[in-house]
């Protein structure tokens, strides 16, 4: 099956610096997501995008499906951006990544 | 729009019990999907419903999970008999068409004593 590899696993970060996660995928898919799994285990939907680039405030997702790889960047990233975040794809159900641990310290 | 509604929130039982979980799916959505995160593992993909119609239960593990839509709305998932590896948290996701956003209910955090 399709492989998904998120990095970094972790990551620490101080309130207002910028970051960038990173999901390869085995395989050519025609469906990848972004979710923000908040503290309460809820998962966010952030962006569906098999392809090209979406912002929404803060963050912006770039998916380029020939080379297999999306980013999921966060600026100016506040406390309340900590949580795990997913990347899942799929060409039919959703393979989810193990996720990249977020902590903002203020 | 009401979004993926799931029940319990929480479930704690004993091993060899029965559990049954459902999912009410955003209204209109023909496609529905159950995944499963036990502990430490990534998100993993359990069964996928068109309508009444099981498309794909690839991922179910064993015959003690049994799932079930009939009329094409809401679903359950009924674990008989639990077992200590079945603990983790159940998510339901519905869609309106296959290859769109997949929008996940808050899940059912299952405990097996």
């Known amino acids: 099956g399709i492989q998904v590899e998120q990095s970094p696993p972790d990551l620490i970060l101080q309130e207002g610096a910028n970051s960038t996660l990173r999901c390869n995928f085995s395989?050519?898919?025609?469906?990848l997501q972004w979710f923000h799994q908040n503290p309460w285990g809820q998962l966010i939907n952030l962006f569906y995008i098999p392809s090209g680039t979406k912002q929404n405030g803060r963050l912006s997702a770039t998916t380029v499906a020939t080379e297999r790889y999306s980013l999921l960047y966060i600026s100016s990233s506040q406390t309340t951006d900590s949580g795990v975040y997913f990347c899942a794809v799929s060409y039919g159900k959703l393979t989810f990544g193990q996720g990249t641990i977020l902590t903002v310290h203020p | 729009e009401a979004g993926v509604t799931q029940f319990p929130s929480h479930s704690v039982i004993e091993k060899g019990q029965t559990v049954t979980l459902r999912c009410d799916p955003i209204s209109g959505h023909d496609n529905l999907y159950w995944y499963r995160r036990v502990m430490g593992k990534e998100i993993k993909f359990l069964l996928h419903f068109v309508k009444e119609s099981k498309q794909d239960e690839s991922g179910m593990p064993n015959n003690r999970f049994l799932a079930e839509r009939t009329g094409g709305t809401y679903s359950t998932l009924k674990v008989q008999p639990a077992e200590l590896e079945d603990s983790g948290v159940y998510f339901c996701?519905?869609?309106?068409?296959?290859?769109?956003?997949?929008?996940f209910g808050p899940g059912t955090r299952l405990l097996v004593l």
């Open positions: 395989d050519s898919v025609n469906n």
């Open positions: 996701a519905s869609s309106p068409r296959q290859q769109e956003t997949q929008y």
